[in-house]
């Protein structure tokens, strides 16, 4: 019989891992609730014309789609089936698709409820998404996603808020030395209009958001490729080049951009934030200017966040945001403002796991087990197990009455800490025997005492 699999691209969890997760979700769920977040959550899956042009032509390919239940080829007329073109055939066989990430359906979601929303709306959200996308380390297919939003404010205190939101979380996570990256799609515009390449913002933008991937010289070549000449490219060179400070980076900016209104406009809202962040300060992340971060979206507006991992961790972007005034726009809702931020989740746990930075106590799930002498024996451990499950000990009684090193082999390959012995002499004293499995030590206590012990 062929042993079953999986999907490329998605993963099993064991309790130890599951266990991790919940660590990593349940800090960033309480900075969340700190920060005054909100959560909601939306289904797995949306109508395709909800998700469909939202993320580009490289992001719209990695959408998910899902077959329409039935005889999904009745729809399909005779000429197009004839034809075999993919892409002429997908409307009429799937009007659904699993969510490419969470801020889409979020918008869907504010347009959908908005006469029940108080604003601004300060949501946030952690599920999974699914992306049709090459596997490879720190890239699958089904991820979740940590999201934190905020939509009814063009406020840039926003901006500062989501900055501090990272750091905190990271702060909490023991996870010293990340960069949170920024950059503002209207400096993109404004860099796009001097070279005089407009029309080819989307095509500038894809293109220069690889760079740290495939190097300048690549860049350029696509760049080319997709129509940007090579006067415009050559217009382009102190973008590749620009170092220093955060101030140093905005005067380089604000002599190249100088004659675009948008630009500066771009470079304005950047110092707003650099000045706060001054003020206010970060705890053990770095901010820093980068003005070739794009992320590739269509729907960024303003501001745009990247977090990468600490120097030396060969990891792609553990977070990422930005502001998307026209997002809403695309359901009919206009003048929406909004900006967030998101936390990928699996990539933390791969840095947090290669850094050694999981708490021991994170990985602890049973802290005693009860050995199983028999049926009487095993009601009279029961007693115990209820009372100290009602003061919020983890415990549990081995089921079977198996041979006494079965059962502390059992403990000692689960790391169970402790153990507890109640045979017919521990029930006639009305005690229990506790025994450390790390020392070895045992002692003799009474049902208080074993509380008293193990909380």
């Not at 399909?76 to 698709?97: H, L, M, P, Q």
């Not at 955060?246 to 304005?268: F, H, N, P, R, W």
């Not at 706060?276 to 794009?294: F, H």
Request: contains cysteine; charged residues 25%; negative net charge.
């Amino acid at each position: 019989m062929k042993k079953p699999s999986i999907p490329k691209g998605t993963r099993d969890f064991s309790p130890v891992e599951v266990t991790r997760r919940h660590y990593i979700m349940d800090t960033i769920r309480g900075v969340f609730n700190n920060f005054g977040f909100q959560p909601i959550e939306t289904p797995s899956f949306e109508n395709s014309d909800t998700l469909m042009g939202k993320y580009g032509e490289e992001g719209d390919r990695l959408i998910f789609k899902i077959l329409n239940s039935g005889d999904f080829l009745r729809k399909v007329d005779a000429t197009t089936y004839a034809e075999k073109d993919s892409g002429k055939i997908t409307s009429s066989i799937s009007e659904k698709a699993l969510r490419y990430d969470l801020t889409v359906p979020f918008a869907r979601y504010v347009v959908q409820h908005q006469n029940e929303i108080t604003f601004p709306f300060k949501r946030y959200q952690i599920q999974p998404v699914w992306r049709a996308d090459r596997p490879q380390k720190g890239r699958f297919r089904e991820f979740f996603q940590c999201d934190a939003d905020v939509v009814g404010s063009t406020s840039l205190w926003q901006e500062v808020e989501l900055v501090q939101l990272y750091d905190t979380v990271f702060s909490k996570l023991k996870l010293d030395g990340v960069t949170i990256k920024m950059n503002n799609r209207k400096i993109l515009s404004g860099i796009a209009e001097m070279i005089g390449a407009e029309d080819k913002l989307i095509d500038f933008t894809v293109a220069l958001d690889k760079l740290d991937k495939i190097g300048e010289e690549k860049v350029k070549t696509e760049m080319l490729d997709k129509g940007i000449s090579q006067t415009a490219i050559e217009k382009l060179q102190p973008l590749f080049s620009v170092a220093g400070t955060a101030s140093e980076k905005l005067a380089t900016l604000k002599d190249l951009l100088a004659v675009s209104a948008i630009g500066m406009e771009g470079i304005s809202e950047l110092e707003f934030i650099i000045n706060a962040m001054e003020t206010l300060e970060l705890s053990s992340a770095k901010l820093e200017i980068d003005v070739t971060l794009a992320r590739g979206l269509n729907y960024y507006t303003g501001a745009i966040f990247e977090v990468a991992a600490p120097d030396g961790v060969a990891m792609g972007s553990i977070g990422g945001g930005g502001r998307y005034d026209d997002l809403t726009g695309i359901f009919g809702m206009k003048d929406m403002s909004g900006v967030g931020i998101s936390f990928g989740l699996d990539r933390i746990y791969l840095v947090l796991e290669e850094l050694n930075l999981f708490p021991e106590t994170v990985t602890a799930s049973t802290k005693v087990l009860f050995i199983n002498f028999g049926e009487k024996e095993a009601l009279y451990a029961m007693q115990a197990i209820s009372k100290l499950r009602k003061a919020g000990v983890n415990a549990e009684l081995y089921p079977d009455n198996a041979k006494m090193g079965k059962q502390m082999g059992y403990a000692d390959k689960r790391d169970i800490p402790f153990v507890v012995l109640a045979g017919e002499s521990e029930i006639n004293e009305e005690r229990y025997t506790l025994k450390n499995m790390k020392s070895g030590e045992q002692e003799t206590v009474s049902a208080d005492g074993l509380l008293l012990k193990l909380k």
